[in-house]
């Protein structure tokens, strides 16, 4: 196998590869970039069982082949080499590479023992705008569980395409966000859940250049996101996810309407004196045509407040102050909607106009600080 290539696209590639290649799992073969060559072209692969990175690039190919190279070793080779072309020159597993004075002689992996890559044949296709889904995710990630300590699937975003529609689902035990866009789409109906490191390595590729159309192919147990010259491969989530439409209130007994910049300098004014976001909550009173803010640590005790439009019943709650900050800083709007049912049902924060996105926050029980 040999194969000369431009050293800074080689470069760009293993690094965006490298990103589903596995860093938990201690199998040398996984741990690893797989290098395939065509006639005149390049495959790069990582893959860690859950997520695969795959894309090509253009080489003059003398000799067509496979090898497996630690991703680690091949990019930290790469990336100091000089602009130019680099050269690999592969017998069995032992690999050189030549690039101007520099030599390299590392040891491979038999292609062979690589993990296949799983197909998606026969799946939905569906093309999504790169911006609109990059504003979407934005809007939404924040509420996916983190870790497994939650339900499994809740650690996933869920998508659901009906007719011309697309939501975002994303869910934690503590807080809700959903964000629904008008997109192109007359299928069937279909919902699924992608892992939350995929939607964030997704995004990555999103980056500024965020112009042209993502093709999504869903099929039974994986989805594919091509996007630009790279296939993002998956596993999506199984499972019972939360029936989200029961879970958020239908009524409510107090509607707020504030500027939203407003709501999140007078809440961050609160953080020096939080010691834990999760044993120290933020006391919020809507009263009075104003949102009072205050809370109390051992650090000490902070008061502040801000103009806020308030009709309907008087209501003083207690929130997680991260929760709270994270549903206003992603909303998109000058001004939102909160909209509260007394202190221990769940509080939604809505556009003042319009329905594309709510983010539901669960109180904290507040105690007498006296």
Request: charged share 25%; hydrophobic share 40%.
């Amino acid at each position: 196998m040999k194969f000369t290539c431009n050293t800074k696209e080689l470069s760009d590639a293993c690094s965006n590869v490298m990103r589903a290649v596995s860093t938990k799992v201690t199998i040398p073969t996984i741990e690893g970039i797989l290098i395939e060559c065509g006639s005149d072209t390049l495959s790069l692969t990582g893959y860690d069982f859950e997520m695969g990175i795959n894309t090509t690039l253009q080489a003059k190919v003398t000799e067509p082949g496979a090898i497996v190279i630690n991703a680690k070793v091949i990019s930290d080779i790469i990336r100091k080499l000089p602009d130019g072309n680099v050269t690999f020159d592969i017998s069995n597993t032992s690999v050189s590479i030549i690039s101007g004075a520099s030599q390299y002689n590392i040891t491979g992996i038999d292609a062979d023992d690589y993990p296949e890559l799983p197909s998606v044949s026969g799946g939905y296709p569906l093309f999504l705008n790169k911006k609109i889904l990059q504003e979407m995710v934005a809007q939404t990630l924040f509420a996916v569980a983190d870790n497994e300590s939650a339900k499994p699937v809740h650690t996933g975003l869920k998508f659901e395409i009906t007719q011309n529609q697309l939501r975002l689902i994303g869910v934690d035990g503590y807080r809700l966000a959903i964000r629904t866009e008008t997109v192109k789409y007359d299928g069937e109906d279909i919902s699924f859940i992608v892992p939350k490191k995929t939607v964030r390595e997704l995004v990555k590729f999103i980056g500024s250049d965020n112009e042209n159309d993502i093709s999504i192919s869903v099929g039974k147990r994986h989805i594919v996101f091509d996007i630009d010259n790279y296939s993002i491969i998956s596993r999506l989530l199984d499972g019972d996810f939360l029936d989200y439409n029961a879970a958020v209130p239908k009524t409510s007994s107090t509607i707020v309407l504030i500027n939203t910049q407003d709501a999140v300098e007078c809440i961050e004014r609160t953080l020096p004196v939080i010691e834990n976001d999760k044993k120290n909550p933020i006391r919020c009173l809507f009263d009075n045509d104003e949102m009072r803010v205050s809370t109390v640590s051992a650090l000490g005790r902070v008061v502040d407040y801000t103009h806020a439009n308030v009709s309907g019943d008087r209501v003083e709650i207690g929130f997680n102050s991260k929760f709270v900050l994270d549903a206003l800083r992603a909303a998109d709007t000058d001004q939102v909607k909160i909209e509260l049912n007394g202190a221990v049902s769940p509080t939604k924060v809505l556009p003042v106009n319009g329905d594309n996105f709510l983010f539901l926050v669960l109180p904290m029980r507040l105690k007498n600080e006296n």
